[in-house]
């Protein structure tokens, strides 16, 4: 994978093997197939265009699309069973740790509220001040591979600006939302449950070319 050169350290011949295995990971990740769509829903994003609203890149982009059925706007997640993310968890019966889910609904909950306004901007940077899930899983058990989280935005509490003064995009790059995201596994006719969340954004300019359906 990696040359070893003689004299270096266990930890520097650590190191460059996971900057190679990195580099291959990223490479696989480009080849991922995109989820299948619903009838009546069409793509408002993909991975391509959820990375320019999000600085998110592998293995920390989480989402894998954005769709719409013209009433309601979702993101989905979804990690295949030959992702490295969940080696370990567990080894002989891979689930899908809820962290995961709890780090995908903050990505969504920024993504969907920048899709929310009619001016749509990019976030540079964002970073949750804090948050509370209610429980996932249900009868139907662990969150398993290739299984389908969605996610779309409960309620809007609140928007300010770094001031906290009422948000308006004209007078800040910056501002704070709390607010609820709805997470349903499989999609919006299943069970959902909710995660309560504020987060801090800083944005630009968005080009509205975004939001062209995407096949």
């Known amino acids: 994978m990696t040359d070893v050169v003689p004299g270096m350290t266990l930890r520097e011949r650590r190191r460059a093997l996971h900057f190679a295995a ?46 719409g059925n013209g009433n309601q706007t979702w993101a989905r997640m979804c990690l295949e069973a030959e992702d490295v993310r969940l080696l370990g968890h567990f080894e002989s019966v891979p689930v899908v740790a809820e962290h995961y889910i709890e780090e995908a609904a903050k990505l969504a909950g920024g993504v969907l509220w920048i899709l929310t306004f009619p001016e749509p901007k990019q976030v540079l940077a964002a970073s949750a001040l804090g948050g509370q899930i209610t429980p996932i899983r249900t009868q139907e058990g662990p969150i398993k591979p290739d299984e389908e989280i969605w996610f779309c935005i409960g309620q809007i509490d609140q928007g300010a600006d770094a001031d906290n003064k009422p948000l308006t995009w004209a007078r800040s790059r910056q501002g704070r939302l709390t607010g609820r995201i709805d997470i349903s596994r499989g ?23 975004l939001m062209k359906p995407r096949e």
């Open 22 to 67: 990195a580099e291959l990971l990223k490479q696989a990740d480009q080849l991922e197939e995109s989820l299948p769509l619903r009838d009546g829903y069409v793509r408002l994003l993909d991975r391509e265009g959820i990375k320019q609203i999000i600085p998110h890149r592998y293995a920390a982009l989480l989402l894998r699309d954005v769709i």
């Open 187 to 209: 999609g919006p006719e299943n069970e959902l449950c909710q995660y309560t969340t504020s987060g801090k954004f800083v944005w630009q300019s968005l080009s509205p070319d």
